[in-house]
């Protein structure tokens, strides 16, 4: 067998693997429901009681901040339990590496703070 034709089950995984989910969505529009949803649909369940103004509000900017320091703090944790299970067996080198990882993330925990991206009643002015 030459090489094109060791290829050949890869090019025939990636044809069905795409064409599995187009199928799918088509056969879900031909089978499924088809008639336009009520206006009741559209409204916000509030526990059963009638809804009362809106539910398309905007967050202020400063939520955003700190959901992005959380999820970079909160992928810290993910990175560091794998080594917290493993640190007697992994030696010096990768607690090096641990630490600088810790280091850099400091360093950046530390620059946000000097920014203002933590203060709230100042609007983070000058992170923006």
Do not use: H
């Amino acid at each position: 067998m030459g090489l094109a034709e060791d290829f050949i089950p890869i090019v025939i995984f990636i044809i069905v693997g795409l064409m599995f989910p187009m199928v799918m969505v088509f056969v879900s529009s031909l089978i499924g429901r088809q008639k336009k949803p009520e206006p009741d649909k559209y409204l916000t369940y509030e526990c059963g009681i009638i809804p009362t103004g809106s539910a398309w509000m905007q967050y202020n900017v400063e939520y955003y901040m700190y959901a992005l320091l959380f999820v970079v703090f909160d992928v810290e944790t993910v990175f560091l339990y794998p080594w917290a299970v493993v640190f007697k067996k992994i030696g010096i080198f990768a607690t090096i590496d641990v630490i600088i990882f810790i280091c850099v993330l400091a360093f950046g925990l530390v620059y946000a703070w000097k920014k203002g991206a933590l203060e709230w009643m100042n609007g983070g002015a000058s992170w923006r």
